[in-house]
């Protein structure tokens, strides 16, 4: 038996707590609002120039494939440590560039930098929030929803960790504390993410739950701290207070942690004298080795594909379709937030505001979508698909909020925008891990996320800062001016972005269309109950386990699907259950 301390430290909820933290130093990508205007001035890009950048950055941040490959055959710790080490790299030669301790990079430079400190996100997300499905297969949109809403938080956190240890008048700064932060964190961790047996704990969901409220009240506090530093001028002794709060209660979970697994470690230790021992082998992930026979000859639903069977789907394009439009749309509105607030004339301080309003919504969408589907799911057969075109619809309306330059419009956009880009994510992993199956999660997860550098690659670089910088010229040309050589190219007024805001929402409502194509295919299978295959091989372990503890002989047990037990209930806990 290992000690209390050890069962905390290696046990699968310090886990979860350690993909919680990664996760929250992971999201520097979401506040690329904060510093894009330093790196605009500072080198003298247009607006093209910069939405440019914004598409390398995310073409960075989704297109993580190398990294799902390397989790195939490697250890997580391997993903975080490649991961951490291209964070660094990548910002710290933003952050040289922008102070000008370096000369001047050339623009494909600048991408190059970009692209490669925001892939080291792909790599977080692989070795954290995958392993995370994988040991728990049956709660995979509720691990989802938490995961990636603290993803979602994680920029408003870094905000508050920037003024307190910078100060909020140096932009440069902030590109610094993004480059080391992240990097910091997922080398403390990465010998505690890593593969571990399914064990279905009868108060699972519970423990989940009270995650979730911990969370809430994050997200909470740091939506009151933004709204009291919006209206007062904060010192820096007071930032330094509101980021030590927001460390106390990112820690809150350590409580459950600590209190679920001093439970675990009990039960073992009633268990050690057991004389006859379950052995359950873990089938270990290798890449697959696909004919051209077998690629289009794909399974049932539900089981496992392989990478070129899922690649080669209907589904998998129609919801390849689906969240291009989708998320290409809400990321090319993230992405623009400083920017149209101020041709809106909105004073420059409100960007962090904007910044960070999307920051909450995002974690709150992420959040609700993991738990609400998963509600909906399980309780009446609710396909997730149904619940990722109603996200999409309500999109459209933070769009033209927009367009249409509605007063005070911006705030309430920016919560709508946030809310449904958050949603998203969440729900297309669960539904790619549950069309496709779990075997190569890994590959396939990050397949998904190449949606979102295409969409905006297209709406944003292609879409919205072409017709930014066509407008900025009309209105030098109105006023008998050309551009100067790199003099910055900036457009005041609500015709900036609304045609393109109009276009976005048409092409987001064909997005929903598409999106109602794969409701109508996936119904049938989503009526059935597709994780009760994860439940038979709990069951069967369970069965073992019984017969194991209670020393009676039998043969050891190899299983081939994967691995799993459960941690039983006492009768009196049955009976609590019950009542």
């Not at 310090?14 to 992971?26: C, D, E, H, K, N």
């Not at 499905?133 to 809403?149: D, S, T, Y």
């Not at 980021?243 to 209660?249: N, S």
Request: hydrophobic letters at 50%.
């Amino acid at each position: 038996m290992r000690s209390l301390t050890g069962q905390i430290l290696t046990g699968r909820w310090f886990m979860v707590f350690a993909s919680f933290l990664i996760m929250s130093a992971a999201g520097a990508t979401y506040i690329f609002g904060l510093y894009s205007n330093v790196i605009k001035t500072s080198l003298g890009y247009d607006q093209t120039t910069l939405n440019l950048l914004s598409f390398f950055k995310d073409v960075g941040t989704n297109v993580g494939v190398l990294s799902g490959l390397i989790n195939e055959v490697t250890p997580p710790w391997v993903v975080l440590v490649i991961g951490a080490i291209m964070n660094f790299g990548g910002y710290f030669m933003i952050w040289l560039s922008v102070k000008g301790s370096i000369s001047r990079p050339h623009v494909w430079q600048m991408c190059l930098y970009i692209c490669l400190g925001a892939n080291s996100q792909s790599f977080a997300n692989t070795g954290a929030l995958v392993t995370c499905v994988k040991n728990f297969p049956e709660r995979r949109g509720v691990v989802l929803g938490l995961l990636k809403g603290f993803l979602g938080l994680s920029g408003a956190i870094m905000t508050q960790i920037y003024y307190a240890v910078y100060g909020a008048d140096d932009p440069n700064a902030l590109i610094l504390l993004i480059g080391w932060l992240p990097a910091v964190v997922s080398f403390a961790f990465v010998r505690t993410i890593r593969l571990m047996k399914v064990v279905q704990q009868w108060n699972e969901p519970k423990v989940f739950y009270n995650f979730l409220y911990m969370s809430l009240v994050l997200a909470g506090f740091l939506m009151i701290i933004i709204i009291v530093q919006m209206q007062f001028q904060f010192n820096r002794p007071e930032y330094v207070v509101s980021a030590a709060v927001v460390l106390i209660l990112l820690s809150l979970p350590l409580v459950i942690v600590i209190k679920e697994e001093i439970i675990i470690w009990k039960k073992k230790r009633s268990q050690a004298s057991s004389s006859s021992q379950l052995k359950i082998t873990v089938e270990k992930s290798t890449l697959p080795s696909s004919t051209l026979a077998n690629v289009f000859r794909a399974p049932d639903r539900g089981e496992d594909y392989t990478i070129l069977q899922a690649l080669f789907s209907i589904d998998m394009f129609i919801l390849f379709v689906a969240t291009v439009c989708g998320l290409g749309g809400t990321l090319t509105a993230i992405d623009n937030l400083g920017q149209i607030g101020l041709s809106l004339g909105y004073p420059s301080r409100n960007t962090s505001t904007f910044v960070s309003l999307v920051s909450i919504w995002n974690y709150l969408g992420r959040v609700t979508a993991g738990f609400v589907s998963e509600f909906l799911l399980k309780k009446y057969k609710f396909p997730r698909p149904l619940v990722l075109t109603l996200i999409l619809l309500l999109s459209c309306v933070g769009h033209l909020l927009i367009a249409f330059g509605v007063s005070k419009g911006l705030y309430f956009a920016s919560v709508i925008i946030g809310f449904c880009f958050g949603a998203q994510w969440p729900l297309l992993f669960a539904i790619i891990s549950e069309i496709f199956g779990l075997k190569y999660y890994s590959t396939l997860y990050n397949f998904g996320s190449v949606a979102s550098p295409i969409g905006l690659y297209a709406l944003n670089v292609r879409l919205a800062g072409h017709l930014y910088d066509k407008e900025a010229r009309k209105q030098l040309a109105a006023l008998g001016r050309t551009r100067a050589a790199g003099e910055e190219l900036n457009c005041t007024g609500v015709d900036c972005y609304k045609l393109s805001f109009l276009i976005i929402t048409a092409v987001t409502l064909f997005g929903c269309a598409v999106s109602f194509i794969l409701v109508l295919r996936t119904r049938k299978f989503y009526q059935t109950d597709i994780y009760s295959k994860f439940r038979e091989v709990a069951v069967a372990a369970e069965t073992e386990m019984d017969v194991a503890s209670s020393g009676i002989d039998g043969p050891a047990t190899k299983s081939t699907a994967p691995a799993a037990t459960i941690i039983s209930k006492t009768e009196e806990e049955r009976e609590k259950e019950r009542e």
